[in-house]
């Protein structure tokens, strides 16, 4: 038996996953004439700070006309009192919780949909609560009940 006769076979390895989705490879199964199967992510690179309510799916889910739920207008006055009683601007106030000033403008206006995270932000920098059955009480540091 002579050389001519021997067959060597070398394998390729499988291209790892990272690189299948390069555009290279991509551009490369289409030249081949593969189906390339290309999905956008929804909300990717965006960089979302709050999860959509529950009232954000019941209300797709609904066919009559509804609106949200909006903040009221004495826990509106609350905030401003208590902003203003602390000498904070609203824009202050919305860098010292890292919103947007103009979440504040909304909750102080009656505008805003309530957001308990958001609301408990503004408590703590105001030192005023906002919800439950004591509104407009001065919260207490813990550790200091009594």
């Known amino acids: 038996m002579s ?73 509106g006055r609350l905030i401003q009192q208590g902003r203003q009683a602390k000498n904070l601007s609203q824009k202050d106030l919305a860098t010292k919780i890292n919103e947007k000033p103009q979440v504040i403008t909304d909750y102080e206006a009656g505008k805003g949909i309530p957001n308990n995270i958001i609301l408990g932000k503004i408590e703590r920098a105001i030192g005023i609560k906002l919800r439950g059955k004591d509104k407009g009480k001065p919260i207490v540091p813990p550790g200091d009940k009594k």
């Open 3 to 75: 050389d001519w006769d021997t067959v060597t076979v070398l394998k390729k390895r499988a291209p790892k996953a990272s690189a299948m989705k390069s555009e290279q490879a991509v551009n490369a199964a289409r030249r081949q004439g593969l189906a390339v199967d290309t999905q956008l992510k929804w909300g990717a690179a965006s960089n979302k700070q709050h999860v959509t309510t529950k009232n954000t799916a019941k209300l797709d889910r609904e066919t009559e006309e509804l609106k949200h739920e909006t903040i009221s207008l004495d826990v």
